[in-house]
């Protein structure tokens, strides 16, 4: 990015997933005003004009963004969009191509960019948006939403702020009414503001006064054009940070780490690390990889969801790669990685137990312990196109899963499903590489971006965020005991495909890394620090 570093900058990312969707023509739709609702809230309720790119040509699209600001911050208090939604709205004439493709659902994912400017500093942001899977209808329009976490902002100086909407980005994920991936199984569709394609829509001004921050006890705004800490791209090594950094890496596994959690209120310690599941590279390199995740999983015939529980993921990355292509007006590099690993709890490669609770049929209350087994590697792909000063990641997470159910119980009363019970195979996913990854295997999508320097918005190897993905849960087997069969009971309730995962991962812990962060990334006796929680 040329010029001067913005003043308003981004200081951490929080969760959040991407969101998709095509366009045609449909009404232009007036900007409504933002105004202030409530003591201290500013609400923003913006209908914006675009012009997309179809595959069948250009089109306009209308894209609702709704937010929460606060009304008015303290230089260096952090500013945080809340309860950010994207909803696009698509006629019956892109309906009509849709359903061309035997597209019988849709789910959306969204990239938004955001202009932050006050005063002569300017800098960019990206909101980001996943939407639930949304049936086509048969006729009408067709209204999709997405939601995610969007990144903070802290001013340095006192003025106003002011954020705009700038170029959108829509893909939208397609599937059959069996579930499977259509030809093809995605669209991806960049947007121009219209009808100006380099305009930009006021969302907010937020004013920024002097004084102190209302946050912790002990905070001090930031000089202007202090960098924030923030993760490298993966593969490529943390900046020299600290006195300390460019030293060798010490042979104990333990020295630089980030310290510990402390007992006190103390303002600047850490926060406490919550419980966790013990989470330990036995005999690490300098290769090895730890974090924890955590997420739901829809099943759409009960029409629920189920927690999948903090578990313990150990990978080992393969050396980085870079790859030229591209054309000679046009050059792309981009860097590789990849690696391998297993769910780790208590020296299995398994989830730990976790309960759900359906009704099945739609009346019965059902209570069911729930375990996912790998029987084979978890395998990770990661392609971060290096395109300064935006870096642009995309990563593929695939794990064979089989899903084995230890206890049912009925209205409170235990069915007897014995110790067999589980999916006849691993639960599956559309596969975009049939030919390189074949067999039957769970697959999730974690898109990021990020500016060098900058806290990285979305997800990244070494820094986590949302994998989402779609599950087919296959038959089940072995079920029930002394000659009674739930086989077909169980695979009536459960069985059947379009069910939506998102998962978080939390930040990777390298023990071994001779360039650790400012933020602790392990534990002191080498665990991950960072404990996600689940999102929906």
């Not at 600001?69 to 809340?82: D, K, N, Q, T």
């Not at 996943?130 to 329009?141: D, K, L, N, S």
């Not at 050059?331 to 391998?340: C, D, G, S, Y």
Request: charge should be negative; include cysteine; hydrophobic fraction near 35%.
């Amino acid at each position: 990015m040329n010029g001067p570093r913005p003043t308003p900058r981004p200081t951490r990312t929080r969760t959040r997933v991407r969101g998709a969707a095509i366009a045609a023509f449909v009404a232009l739709a007036p900007l409504l005003p933002a105004s202030a609702v409530a003591a201290g809230t500013l609400k923003v309720d913006a209908a914006l004009p675009y012009v997309c790119a179809l595959p069948s040509g250009q089109g306009a699209a209308t894209v609702r963004i709704t937010a929460a600001f606060p009304e008015r911050v303290a230089v260096g208090e952090e500013l945080l969009p809340a309860d950010v939604t994207t909803t696009v709205e698509f006629p019956e004439t892109t309906v009509a191509e849709l359903t061309a493709l035997k597209a019988a659902t849709v789910r959306a994912e969204t990239r938004l960019t955001v202009g932050v400017a006050q005063g002569e500093q300017r800098t960019d942001a990206t909101w980001s948006g996943t939407g639930q899977p949304a049936a086509v209808p048969a006729e009408g329009p067709l209204a999709l939403t997405t939601t995610g976490d969007v990144p903070s902002l802290t001013p340095g100086t006192a003025g106003g702020l002011s954020l705009t909407a700038g170029a959108f980005g829509v893909d939208l994920a397609l599937s059959t009414t069996e579930g499977t991936a259509t030809a093809p199984a995605s669209l991806s569709v960049t947007c121009a503001p219209a009808p100006d394609p380099d305009g930009r829509t006021l969302l907010a001004e937020v004013p920024v006064g002097p004084g102190t921050p209302t946050g912790e006890p002990g905070t001090k705004p930031p000089s202007p054009g202090t960098p924030s800490p923030s993760r490298p791209a993966p593969g490529l090594p943390e900046r020299d940070t600290g006195k300390d950094a460019g030293r060798p890496a010490s042979k104990d596994p333990r020295a630089g780490r980030g310290p510990v959690a402390a007992d006190d209120d103390t303002p600047g310690t850490p926060a406490p690390r919550p419980a966790a599941p013990s989470c330990l590279t036995k005999e690490p390199t300098p290769m090895s990889l730890s974090a924890y995740i955590t997420g739901y999983s829809n099943v759409r015939k009960l029409e629920g969801a189920s927690l999948i529980p903090l578990t313990c993921v150990l990978m080992e990355q393969a050396e980085p790669e870079i790859i030229t292509g591209g054309t000679e007006d046009e050059p792309e590099t981009h860097l590789i990685n990849k690696a391998v690993g297993h769910f780790s709890t208590q020296g299995r490669k398994q989830t730990p137990p976790f309960k759900a609770t359906f009704l099945t049929f739609g009346f019965a209350p059902t209570t069911a312990t729930l375990v996912l087994e790998q029987t084979g590697p978890l395998t990770l792909y990661s392609d971060t196109l290096l395109a300064l000063p935006y870096n642009i990641s995309k990563t593929y997470v695939r794990a064979p899963l089989v899903l084995r159910v230890l206890d049912v119980r009925v209205n409170g009363t235990r069915l007897n499903v014995g110790s067999s019970c589980r999916t006849e195979k691993p639960l599956s996913s559309p596969e975009p590489d049939p030919a390189t990854y074949p067999g039957d295997h769970m697959v999730l999508v974690g898109k990021g971006q990020y500016v060098w320097g900058e806290p990285a918005t979305g997800y990244l190897l070494t820094g986590g965020g949302p994998l989402v993905g779609e599950v087919t849960i296959p038959a089940f087997k072995g079920c029930g005991t002394g000659g009674e069969n739930l086989d077909r009971l169980l695979t009536a309730s459960i069985s059947g495909s379009g069910n939506y995962v998102r998962q978080i991962q939390g930040q990777t812990c390298n023990i071994l890394n001779p360039f650790p962060p400012i933020d602790p990334e392990c534990t002191d006796d080498g665990q991950p620090y960072q404990v996600p929680k689940p999102a929906r």
